[in-house]
């Protein structure tokens, strides 16, 4: 098993150095820690090593992993796609959901949330890399979304999440980051709590262009099996 404990600690040192040359410190960077396929047992170990916040995938996963370890000490994330149909169980399990890319399921999101006495942090899931990712908005459309799931009760809109897509080096996922960057920065000052952005291949560049909210899974527990 990869020593977590060491590469957490190795991870937040390069996340440090990456947001002093943003005029910032690794404390201004949240570190999502993301556990889709890891076992509770590896999770746990993360968190012995300080891991707060932690990333999910899929919603049936993140319940399982929920039933076993709580909310106490740690804070779920929802990072990959939210079908409507199991935002019900979501709203159960997870804090922040990065993954909005529809009125409708911010309508969904809120209903949920409410009814259950949540108040649901969101990130809208902006698509700048074309054919590269599946889900997300188009650039062109991001600030309108804002705009109308703004008023939505039981949600607060908190920010932009974003992926660069596959490319060869981490310098290339660079404009991408950039761009996202400059949506975030239109954005009204009380929304603009989350710029999610930045993975195992590339979060010290993310981070560089103005990232707070990193998501790494690999660099922590190893290539996934
Ligand atoms: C899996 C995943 C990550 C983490 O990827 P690593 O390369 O393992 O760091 C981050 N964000 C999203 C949306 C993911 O699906």
New binding site residues.
């Given amino acids: 098993m990869a020593n977590i404990s060491t590469n957490l600690c190795v991870v937040k040192n390069k996340i440090d150095a990456a947001a002093r040359k943003s005029g910032r410190t690794g404390e201004d960077v949240t570190l999502?820690v993301?556990t889709?396929t890891r076992s509770v047992e590896e999770i746990r170990e993360a968190i012995a090593a300080g891991a707060v916040d932690i990333?999910e995938?899929y919603v049936q996963e993140a319940e399982d992993k929920f039933a076993e370890i709580g909310e106490e000490e740690v804070k779920w994330h929802l990072?990959?796609h939210l079908q409507r149909n199991k935002v019900r169980h979501a709203v159960e399990v997870f804090s922040v959901i990065?993954?909005i890319d529809s009125e409708e399921l911010a309508r969904e999101i809120g209903k949920r949330s409410e009814a259950i006495g949540k108040l649901m942090d969101v990130l809208v899931e902006v698509k700048v890399s074309g054919e590269a990712t599946k889900f997300g908005v188009d650039p062109k459309d991001t600030l309108s979304l804002v705009d109308k799931i703004s008023s939505i009760s039981g949600i607060r809109v908190c920010g932009l999440?974003g992926?660069a897509p596959a490319v060869a080096s981490p310098e290339e996922a660079r404009p991408y980051f950039s761009e996202i960057k400059k949506l975030w920065a239109k954005l009204p000052e009380e929304q603009r709590l989350y710029l999610s952005m930045g993975?195992?291949?590339d979060?010290e560049v993310a981070v560089e262009e103005g990232s707070n909210m990193v998501?790494?899974?690999?660099?922590?527990?190893g290539p996934?099996g």
Avoid: L
Wanted: net charge positive.
């Fill in positions: 999502v993301v889709k990333g995938n990072i990959g990065h993954s999440m992926m993975m195992t291949s979060y998501r790494i899974g690999t660099a922590i527990f996934r």
